[in-house]
């Protein structure tokens, strides 16, 4: 007899505990494209939660440049880059990309992806592989992106690299560790600006421990770049540091509004990657009409609309860090567009969620294991769309659902 088929049996399982703890995630539809107004399941809501942080994700130049790159040059590439998928607009972006971070890193070359999670794969099991015994040392924020632990997951089953995590607020722990190891290629990495709470890398701090520890410092910029610096240039900029010793991943579906990533670094690692790094050889090229597309971003970011957008964003984060440091809600303090309030337990996440969506405004609740157990939170985000009333608005809103939210929590 056949035994009955139950491949899915533990996904069932998992799929019931996730609703019954309250993490069951929900996805919503959109029809519009991505901006601070939003189409979202047949209504139209406030949304304070894209990485869209210069609010470029629907700018009419990039709309343009995405159908003129079409026309010039079709829709799909064809093929990975060393076979024949390598475009003239891959080439300029990944110049241009070098030349934004070239004041930081000597000799730097930059290699385009398709999306940040693939970057972080390549960089991470491409520098772990650079140790000629394999035993290459990984420290990790704890804290660090999704895609950075995948990484360093793969590294480590590729290699005998290790993994030790550390702290990114207090990095007594790291120099500890740093000083007693003697493995042969030495690697810290961490987010540039901290995915879920805002927070920067203290980076010239860690510039200087990587120099006294021979160490190489990797730094996942997602959220810096666009944002921070002078021209946008990202988290390398905003703290004006050189050092040969910097990889720098750089993502372009945030606040450059497009799609895809890129890793700079000194042009001799980057060749490496290019030769042996799986990640980029065996994944089809990004369309070259995306790259064109994040040119045009580019020029929009580095010029007087990117600082404009900028300073715009500085003063609503400004706006806010002022007038809600008396409010009752706990904030986590950050200068970036991500300001979080937590709300602990995922009922009480839900519930805010729930609160603001009632008033119009799309702000999902985050919950485990995207941030730790017992610290589920609203992840607002601002961007450069959003005018001053919009603000005022959302801070309004969430003084009123204050009361209603202990309300509701009383009501069970
Ligand atoms: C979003 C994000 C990524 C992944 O980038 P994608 O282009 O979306 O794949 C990597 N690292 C961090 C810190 C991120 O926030």
Same mark, same amino acid.
């Given at each position: 007899m056949r035994p009955v088929f139950n491949a899915f049996k533990f996904a069932e399982r998992q799929l019931a505990d996730l609703d019954a703890q309250l993490l069951k995630r929900k996805l919503r539809l959109t029809e519009?494209?991505?901006?601070?107004s939003v189409m979202v399941d047949r209504r139209n809501l406030k949304a304070?939660?894209?990485?869209d942080y210069l609010g470029l994700a629907n700018h009419p130049r990039l709309v343009k440049a995405l159908g003129i790159g079409a026309e010039q040059y079709? /829709? #799909?590439? #064809? !093929?990975s880059h060393l076979i024949s998928g390598h475009s003239l607009a891959h080439d300029l972006l990944e110049k241009k990309l070098a030349s934004f971070q070239s004041a930081h890193i000597p000799n730097a070359r930059a290699l385009f992806f398709s999306t940040g999670y693939l970057a972080n794969l390549a960089a991470i099991t491409g520098l772990a592989r650079l140790a000629e015994s394999g035993e290459a040392s990984i420290y990790s924020a704890q804290l660090n992106h999704a895609s950075i632990i995948d990484g360093v997951r793969l590294a480590c089953a590729q290699t005998k690299a290790t993994l030790t995590l550390f702290d990114h607020q207090n990095l007594d722990s790291l120099t500890a560790h740093l000083k007693k190891d003697i493995r042969p290629l030495k690697l810290i990495m961490l987010d540039? /600006?901290?995915?879920?709470?805002g927070d920067l890398a203290p980076v010239q701090e860690l510039v200087a421990i990587a120099e006294e520890y021979d160490a190489l410092l990797v730094l996942d910029d997602a959220h810096g770049f666009g944002v921070l610096g002078e021209h946008g240039h990202g988290i390398l900029e905003h703290f004006n540091v050189l050092s040969e010793r910097i990889i720098y991943i750089g993502t372009?579906?945030? !606040? !450059? #509004?497009?799609s895809g990533a890129f890793i700079c670094g000194p042009s001799t690692f980057i060749e490496w990657l290019i030769q042996k790094g799986r990640p980029y050889i065996y994944s089809t090229a990004t369309p070259p009409a995306i790259a064109h597309t994040v040119l045009e971003s580019l020029a929009l970011i580095a010029g007087d609309e990117g600082k404009q957008r900028r300073r715009h964003l500085d003063h609503l984060i400004s706006i806010w860090n002022q007038e809600m440091q008396f409010s009752q809600w706990i904030k986590v303090f950050s200068t970036t567009p991500i300001q979080p309030i937590i709300l602990g337990s995922n009922k009480h996440a839900l519930l805010a969620a729930q609160l603001l969506d009632e008033a119009g405004f799309w702000i999902p609740a985050i919950r485990p294991p995207t941030v730790p /157990?017992?610290?589920? *939170?609203? *992840?607002i985000t601002f961007s450069a769309n959003h005018s001053i009333e919009d603000l005022r608005g959302l801070m309004q809103t969430l003084q009123r659902i204050e009361g209603q939210l202990l309300e509701r929590e009383s009501d069970g």
């Open positions: 519009s494209p991505c901006n601070t304070f939660c894209s990485n079709g /829709v #799909g590439s #064809g !093929a540039g /600006v901290f995915s879920m709470d372009l579906g945030k !606040a !450059a #509004g497009v /157990v017992g610290s589920a *939170r609203l *992840r």
